[in-house]
């Protein structure tokens, strides 16, 4: 998986999840970085892979993402 645009990704999901974009990875569990973990911001995430990425996730398929990694590579149409 080319990780080029991995650094801005990562931004973006700190802003969604409240966290400190220095203290995440590509190996980090965003629900555990959330500052506060609730299903507005599992929606808020779900909404930016669509909008941003075009990738339109079920329920299911959002459950199944445990990393920053696991999201960046459904926003990039690997993991389906």
Request: aromatic content about 12%; hydrophobic content about 40%; charged content about 25%.
């Amino acid at each position: 998986m080319d990780k080029t645009n991995a650094p801005q990704f990562i931004n973006e999901i700190a802003d969604i999840i409240e966290a400190d974009p220095q203290a995440l990875s590509l190996e980090s569990d965003f629900r555990e970085s959330a500052d506060f973990w609730s299903s507005l911001v599992g929606f808020a995430l779900l909404t930016f892979l669509e909008d941003q990425y075009g990738q339109v996730l079920s329920v299911d398929e959002f459950i199944e993402c445990k990393t920053v990694g696991d999201l960046y590579a459904r926003a990039h149409g690997k993991g389906e």
